[in-house]
C-alpha cells in the first residue's frame, strides 16, 4: 500500500466524520487535524479522501437502489402469486358451472329420447 493511501486511512480511521465529498473542506479538515508541511503531499492526501468519501457514498446508493429493485420484484411476485389464485378460483368455479350445465343438457337429452 502506498503511503498516500496508508496516511489517508489513519486519519480516516479517527476523524472520518469530518470529511465530506467537498475536496476544498477536506482540505481544511486536513489541516485542523494533523500536521502536513508538503503542500502537495496535502492535497494528494485530501484528493484520496475526497475520492474514498465519494466512493462508498456511491455504492451505498447503489446498494440502496438494489435493495428497493428487489422489494419492488418481491412485491410483484406476489401480486402475481395472488392474481393466479384468484384465476384458479375462478376457473374451478367455471369447470363446476359447466359441468353442472354438461350434466343438465345430458339428463334433458336423454330424457327427450325416452319420450
Same mark, same amino acid.
Given at each position: 500500500m502506498d503511503r498516500i493511501k496508508r496516511l489517508s486511512y489513519e486519519v480516516l480511521d479517527g476523524h472520518k466524520s469530518k470529511f465530506g465529498e467537498d475536496f476544498a473542506d477536506n482540505k481544511k479538515a486536513l489541516d485542523q487535524i494533523s500536521i502536513v508541511r508538503s503542500k502537495g503531499l496535502k492535497n &494528494?492526501?485530501?484528493?484520496?479522501? +475526497? =475520492?474514498?468519501? @465519494? =466512493?462508498?457514498?456511491?455504492?451505498? @446508493?447503489a446498494k440502496q437502489a438494489r435493495i *428497493?429493485? $428487489?422489494? $419492488?420484484? &418481491?412485491? %410483484?411476485?406476489?401480486? $402475481?402469486?395472488?392474481?393466479? !389464485? &384468484? %384465476?384458479?378460483?375462478? %376457473?374451478?368455479? +367455471?369447470? !363446476?358451472?359447466? &359441468? !353442472? !350445465? $354438461? +350434466?343438465? *343438457?345430458s339428463s334433458e337429452t336423454s330424457e327427450e329420447k325416452t319420450e
Open positions: &494528494e492526501i485530501a484528493g484520496y479522501i +475526497t =475520492k474514498f468519501i @465519494k =466512493k462508498e457514498i456511491r455504492e451505498e @446508493k *428497493e429493485a $428487489s422489494k $419492488s420484484v &418481491e412485491q %410483484d411476485e406476489e401480486q $402475481s402469486e395472488i392474481e393466479l !389464485t &384468484e %384465476d384458479n378460483i375462478t %376457473d374451478e368455479a +367455471t369447470e !363446476t358451472v359447466v &359441468e !353442472t !350445465t $354438461s +350434466t343438465e *343438457e
